[in-house]
Structures are given as C-alpha cells and as structure tokens.
C-alpha cells in the first residue's frame, strides 16, 4: 500500500512548493486547491452556487469572482453554512 502524506499549513507557508518538489521527484500529487478550482466550471456546480449567491457571483469568462463571494459571505453569517 502506498504512503499517503498530507500537507497544510497556511497562507504562504510552502504547500506549493513542496508539492512542485514533490512531482519533480516522481510523486503522485493531489493538490486540493486546483482540484477545487476546476470543480467551479463543472454546469451542476456553477447552477448550485449560482442558486445560493446569484447570477452575479461570476464574471462574463465564467471564472468565480472571489472577492465578491468572499464580501457576501462575510456580511452575512448564513452565507457561511454552504
């Protein structure tokens, strides 16, 4: 059975770089923050975030516009449960 390792930390801490580290050396990589990225232009997950936040939560090239999300969420405490 293969090694299974896990990295955190926070902001600036390093996780991409060692994931870079990591792939040159021949690892399998799973990076959760690309995977999440790439979710958001799956129509399913567009249509759900669209339902809970609106049209507006995304710009005209289909990318999540983050920083209107993230105002939302933190002006209004329900937002934060989905």
């Known amino acids: 059975m293969a090694k299974k390792i ?3 930390g ?3 801490s390093g996780k991409s770089l060692l994931s870079k580290m990591l792939t040159k ?3 399998c990589v799973w990076d959760a923050d ?3 990225r790439e979710v ?3 129509p399913l997950v567009q249509a759900r ?3 809970v936040f609106g049209e507006e939560v995304f710009l005209s090239d289909g990318i999540l516009n983050r ?3 993230r ?3 933190f002006s209004d405490p329900k937002l934060k449960q989905f």
């Open 6 to 8: 896990v990295i955190t």
């Open 10 to 12: 926070g902001i600036g």
């Open 25 to 27: 050396r021949g690892y």
């Open 34 to 36: 690309i995977i999440s």
């Open 40 to 42: 958001l232009f799956y």
């Open 49 to 51: 975030i669209k339902s």
């Open 67 to 69: 920083e209107f999300v």
């Open 71 to 73: 105002k939302l969420i």
